[in-house]
């Protein structure tokens, strides 16, 4: 998974454009963040046709606060540019969860 430390607008245009994209924000800081990792590979390996690429909330505060991304960690899912969806909210998330979700918008 690539990994963003610092994410202003322009590069999120650049980094979204295209093909499908699905952006995990998180931080180092993140207990929830942390117990989520060790799914992510597996979630990749299922969803081989998305690039997953994982944002620091630390470095991209003002792009959360444009986006309503209000808590970690949180997933929005870009297809050539557009935002087709998004799991945000404040709660820890399991892999069934991502996973189910993912699904739900292909």
């Given at each position: 998974?690539?990994?963003?430390?610092?994410?202003?607008?322009?590069?999120?245009?650049?980094?979204?454009?295209?093909?499908?994209?699905?952006?995990?924000?998180?931080?180092?800081?993140?207990?929830?963040?942390?117990?989520?990792?060790?799914?992510?590979?597996?979630?990749e390996?299922?969803?081989?046709?998305?690039?997953?690429?994982?944002?620091?909330?630390?470095?991209?505060?003002?792009v959360?606060?444009?986006?309503?991304?209000?808590?970690?960690?949180?997933?929005?899912v870009?297809?050539?540019?557009?935002?087709?969806?998004?799991?945000?909210?404040?709660?820890?998330?399991?892999?069934?969860?991502?996973?189910?979700?993912?699904?739900?918008?292909?």
């Amino acid at each position: 998974m690539e990994q963003i430390k610092q994410l202003d607008e322009a590069k999120l245009t650049e980094l979204t454009g295209k093909g499908r994209v699905v952006l995990e924000f998180s931080a180092d800081w993140c207990p929830d963040c942390r117990f989520l990792e060790q799914f992510m590979p597996a979630i990749e390996q299922d969803f081989a046709d998305s690039k997953f690429v994982q944002v620091d909330l630390d470095g991209a505060v003002e792009v959360a606060k444009n986006h309503d991304i209000l808590g970690i960690p949180s997933f929005v899912v870009y297809q050539d540019g557009q935002e087709v969806g998004r799991l945000v909210n404040k709660e820890r998330k399991t892999k069934d969860q991502v996973e189910d979700f993912l699904r739900s918008i292909d």
